[in-house]
């Protein structure tokens, strides 16, 4: 079964990594998401060149059905983010559209080619 990595877990890496204060780390974390969110509301679509692309999309409101009682059931129309991975995230994944044909390779670090020290 997979684990799951919380916000405090990415919080303490970067600390980590970057040797910032916690509380700085912190803010400038929680920032990026605000913005993101806000510009997402906006309508705006966000690309991080080879990491992947953020969209705000909407579904069109449909008749289905309910399994139970098989009686039709109206469903609204509702917004949802799609993301899609960028070429970095394929390849180290080893996700199905990457360049790389053995999908079960090493995870490969990114940082070079992101231009992290």
């Known amino acids: 079964m997979a ?4 916000k405090k877990d990415v919080i303490d890496k970067l600390t ?11 803010k400038v974390f929680m920032e990026f998401f605000e913005v993101m969110i ?3 509301r906006k309508g705006h679509r966000l690309e991080f060149r080879d990491f992947g692309v953020f969209e705000l999309k909407e ?5 289905a059905q309910n399994p139970k009682t098989l009686a039709p ?3 609204p129309a509702r917004k949802f983010v799609k993301f899609k991975p960028g070429r970095l995230m394929r ?11 053995n999908r079960m390779a090493e995870l ?4 070079k080619k992101i231009g992290v020290a």
Do not use: D, F, H, Y
């Open 3 to 6: 684990t799951t990595a919380t």
């Open 16 to 26: 980590q990594r970057t040797g910032l204060p916690r509380q700085q780390v912190t």
């Open 38 to 40: 806000q510009e997402l």
């Open 59 to 63: 579904r069109a409101a449909r008749t």
């Open 73 to 75: 059931v109206t469903v």
């Open 91 to 101: 390849e180290s994944l080893g996700l199905s559209g990457a360049t790389n044909n």
């Open 108 to 111: 490969k670090p990114i940082k």
